[in-house]
């Protein structure tokens, strides 16, 4: 199953009279008389929410879906004349999941008053016996995405949606089991409204995929500092006897900010992350992971988290590939406390001669992590003594959220690599390998194969981009492998994006995506039918593919395989 990302739904201003509401228009269908809770999902919600009715209910067919409320209802309002009859009555439709989408209406809006409505409600909610409780932030109106009729009808009310935004999270810090639906995240966009919140049927069937992805990943969180052992070697074309597997790990639904890192089992947990994190984000990064004890890698998660683990490729005992302990080799909040890295600034990091990487490794396998970076932006990294010609970034990264990604480095002469980024932000680097000098591996300025932006037309949906590698970029034509950067910008929905050879099929996925942001991920991939690499995605989207370093021997490429999968267990 292919992940996607999550978020939703948004509120209803008594600015605009319910008679002047418009509703987008969708069949209804009749939910059943009884369904097991686990697949019955009720929605309180005001004008937005029932606009979107039709749009939700067939966005999840395999539950009964009950959407009930009035526009501008607030939240004591929805819990006394909508929630407690049902608790009282041991309600049919009131199952494991209630969505909240309401209780922010100007001008009856008052702080301290909703902090105290939203405690309330969700005690109501944990004695009815739900288990999952969604409530959906506001999207903060911005005039940049919205017309200039909608920006002056919202004059009155807009300034304090972020305050709102802010007292959900605080709410979610309070309650552990209250997972915030994160509309305001991906409404930095047109064409989702009549007016500045209500939804046209795009909006519509956006806010309802979201949200009904959202439903059906609330289950099976791995719990706080659990680690995860998995079978990687002896299984699924993975020799019993690999030194180090590249894999893709991906974490959804995290309950809070946080980190995974990756590891041989059996051998003592390294004080680094593969993978940083804020709460309710989809993200993905790649890695070189070494084999332990039992052929398993572990995975050790911090905070509640939902873990998705997908298999690559491995080196071989033959491989020139060596395995190092996982090491933190530069952390920007450490050695710049207080401040972060300024913008266009190269920050070199020492990556040979220390960590157990000698100072002739042709090539050093590393993880990059943006962090505290207040708006969005692009990252390179490159041999601090050849800086890139053309800048091509390693990474997009988006606004208040941690980015990290993967790459197979050439250090410089002094043994230096730098990160240069576009704004201000935190970096950290870590290594787990390198390639020894005269290894068949070659690492070099990234050079743009693919970019679908030029004709100006979005690869459809499931629509294969073949990629020629071998012999293209370079790439010699006995190459066994090839670390690409794949980028999908201004893709029109959620979904994912996956990377694999040419010729097979994988139920994987290499990077995860949201609406008009461009989202990138790296990863080795072996070439296929043609010598070539595919690209597909779920969504329309562009796609943009960078090869940094290719592989000649040493290395064997699969079709990409899942390994783990939280939301299954």
Not at 239 to 267: E, H, K, M, Q, Y
Request: proline share 7%.
């Amino acid at each position: 199953m292919h992940l996607a990302i999550t978020v939703a739904v948004l509120t209803a201003l008594t600015t605009l009279a319910p008679s002047s509401i418009r509703t987008s228009a969708a069949p209804e269908r009749p939910a059943p008389e009884a369904v097991d809770p686990a697949h019955r999902v009720l929605m309180l919600t005001d004008s937005v929410g029932l606009g979107a009715r039709g749009y939700l209910q067939a966005a999840l067919p395999e539950y009964q879906v009950v959407i009930d409320g009035n526009p501008a209802m607030m939240v004591d309002q929805i819990e006394q004349r909508l929630l407690r009859p049902r608790v009282a009555s041991n309600s049919r439709e009131l199952g494991d999941t209630v969505i909240v989408a309401a209780g922010y209406n100007y001008p009856y809006w008052d702080p301290s008053g909703f902090d105290a409505d939203i405690d309330s409600m969700i005690a109501t909610l944990r004695s009815g016996g739900v288990q999952h409780i969604i409530w959906v932030t506001l999207r903060e109106v911005k005039p940049d995405y919205v017309s200039a009729s909608a920006w002056r009808g919202a004059q009155p009310y807009y300034w304090y949606f972020p305050t709102v935004n802010a007292h959900l999270r605080a709410a979610a810090a309070r309650h552990p089991d209250l997972i915030l639906a994160d509309w305001s995240a991906i409404t930095d966009q047109s064409g989702l409204t009549y007016d500045s919140i209500h939804l046209n049927p795009t909006g519509a069937g956006l806010y309802s995929s979201m949200l009904a992805n959202l439903v059906r990943t609330t289950t099976n969180w791995r719990q706080p500092l659990t680690t995860s052992e998995i079978t990687v070697a002896g299984v699924n074309g993975v020799p019993a006897d690999a030194i180090a597997v590249a894999v893709n790990l991906t974490v959804t639904t995290p309950r809070a900010s946080g980190f995974l890192t990756a590891w041989a089992c059996g051998t003592p947990q390294p004080a680094t992350s593969n993978l940083n994190f804020t709460s309710d984000q989809t993200v993905a990064v790649s890695a070189i992971v070494n084999v332990g004890v039992g052929g398993k890698i572990c995975v050790f998660n911090n905070v509640a988290t939902q873990i998705i683990v997908d298999v690559q490729g491995y080196f071989g005992v033959d491989s020139d590939y060596r395995t190092i302990a996982p090491s933190r080799l530069a952390d920007t909040r450490a050695s710049q406390p207080g401040s972060i890295h300024a913008p266009g600034v190269a920050l070199p990091v020492q990556v040979v001669n220390t960590a157990g990487v000698p100072g002739d490794a042709a090539g050093v396998a590393v993880n990059v992590t943006i962090v505290d970076n207040d708006v969005a932006g692009f990252a390179l990294v490159f041999p601090c003594d050849t800086p890139q010609a053309v800048p091509i970034a390693l990474v997009n990264y988006i606004r208040h959220t941690a980015t990290p990604t993967f790459a197979i480095v050439k250090p410089a002469a002094d043994g230096t690599i730098c990160v240069q980024t576009s704004s201000s932000a935190s970096i950290i680097v870590d290594a787990f390998g390198y390639f020894q000098a005269g290894s068949p591996i070659s690492v070099t300025a990234p050079t743009r194969l693919v970019d679908t932006r030029t004709t100006g037309v979005r690869i459809p949906a499931l629509t294969d981009v073949v990629v020629p590698v071998v012999g293209s970029g370079s790439l010699p034509p006995n190459a066994v492998a090839a670390s690409v950067t794949v980028t999908a910008a201004e893709p029109v929905g959620i979904g994912w994006v996956v990377a694999y050879p040419c010729g097979t099929n994988s139920a994987t996925s290499t990077l995860n995506v949201v609406p008009s942001r461009a989202t990138t991920n790296s990863a080795i991939v072996a070439p296929g039918a043609g010598g070539s690499i595919c690209v597909k995605a779920s969504v329309a989207t562009h796609i943009l593919v960078d090869v940094s370093a290719w592989i000649v021997s040493g290395y064997v490429g699969l079709t990409p395989w899942r390994a783990f999968d939280s939301r299954l267990l």
